[in-house]
């Protein structure tokens, strides 16, 4: 394994004052291209829920017209094995933002990067659900630090191309030296997004770009390695018109 998969020791180098300001500046000329991603994923999602709905008919489980909470506890799972399936497209969406926020161009094409290493991904978002399942019902508090400790995995994985264990450990161990702050800064950016949604949808064109961002600024800061950083600083004006 290369040096360049080591986290950078400055864990102080972010703020959360400087992740929103850097993520507010850098989401402007990319929005188009994030909010498109977005939209895919959410287009592909609603495919498959609609297919799992149409099956769940066809199969007599559900009434046509009826509502998801008669389905039976029986096919939650096949639901639940869906949504890992589905996950590498959102580590796509991710992914966006963590290439605006290190300067590099981005594309929607992106999205579809995290399928290289799709059997991983799924093993990887299993064991992480599963322990992160176990830390909710361990008084939920510890299921809370293991969804933001584990958060970073998926990245670790495509980028550094490390294991699930590995990318697992070094997002956890990165993520405990600044939990609380990091913990600061999604609660943020959650209200920020629950505030733009109430304000009649139309700020969240800027605030979910900016959410996205925000976590490429928090990985970058943490993650980087002095070539993604010239690479990045080589190629000032490749980010999104």
């Given at each position: 394994?290369?040096?360049?998969?080591?986290?950078?020791?400055?864990?102080?180098?972010?703020?959360?004052?400087?992740?929103?300001?850097?993520?507010?500046?850098?989401?402007?000329?990319?929005?188009?291209?994030?909010?498109?991603?977005?939209?895919?994923?959410?287009?592909?999602?609603?495919?498959?829920?609609?297919?799992?709905?149409?099956?769940?008919?066809?199969?007599?489980?559900?009434?046509?017209?009826?509502?998801?909470?008669?389905?039976?506890?029986?096919?939650?799972?096949?639901?639940?094995?869906?949504?890992?399936?589905?996950?590498?497209?959102?580590?796509?969406?991710?992914?966006?933002?963590?290439?605006?926020?290190?300067?590099?161009?981005?594309?929607?094409?992106?999205?579809?990067?995290?399928?290289?290493?799709?059997?991983?991904?799924?093993?990887?978002?299993?064991?992480?659900?599963?322990?992160?399942?176990?830390?909710?019902?361990?008084?939920?508090?510890?299921?809370?630090?293991?969804?933001?400790?584990?958060?970073?995995?998926?990245?670790?994985?495509?980028?550094?191309?490390?294991?699930?264990w590995e990318s697992m450990e070094t997002s956890r161990k990165t993520v405990t030296k600044y939990w609380w702050r990091y913990f600061g800064l999604m609660l943020l950016l959650v209200l920020?997004?629950?505030?733009?949604?109430?304000?009649?949808?139309?700020?969240?064109?800027?605030?979910?770009?900016?959410?996205?961002?925000?976590?490429?600024?928090?990985?970058?800061?943490?993650?980087?390695?002095?070539?993604?950083?010239?690479?990045?600083?080589?190629?000032?004006?490749?980010?999104?018109?």
């Amino acid at each position: 394994m290369e040096s360049a998969a080591k986290p950078n020791d400055s864990r102080d180098s972010w703020t959360i004052q400087s992740v929103l300001g850097s993520s507010w500046e850098k989401q402007k000329g990319a929005k188009g291209i994030i909010l498109v991603g977005c939209l895919i994923c959410m287009v592909i999602n609603t495919i498959v829920e609609l297919g799992y709905g149409a099956l769940l008919i066809s199969l007599d489980v559900i009434e046509y017209g009826g509502q998801w909470d008669t389905v039976t506890w029986s096919v939650q799972p096949v639901r639940f094995i869906l949504n890992i399936l589905e996950s590498p497209l959102l580590y796509g969406v991710f992914l966006l933002g963590i290439q605006r926020s290190a300067g590099m161009p981005i594309h929607v094409k992106t999205i579809f990067q995290p399928f290289s290493f799709f059997f991983l991904l799924i093993g990887l978002t299993l064991l992480v659900s599963l322990f992160t399942l176990a830390g909710f019902l361990l008084l939920v508090l510890p299921g809370i630090y293991l969804a933001l400790a584990y958060s970073f995995s998926p990245y670790l994985m495509i980028k550094k191309k490390m294991g699930i264990w590995e990318s697992m450990e070094t997002s956890r161990k990165t993520v405990t030296k600044y939990w609380w702050r990091y913990f600061g800064l999604m609660l943020l950016l959650v209200l920020l997004n629950i505030v733009a949604a109430v304000a009649l949808l139309v700020p969240l064109v800027w605030t979910i770009p900016m959410t996205f961002i925000a976590l490429g600024e928090v990985y970058n800061a943490s993650f980087q390695d002095n070539n993604e950083e010239s690479d990045a600083n080589s190629n000032p004006a490749s980010a999104a018109p």
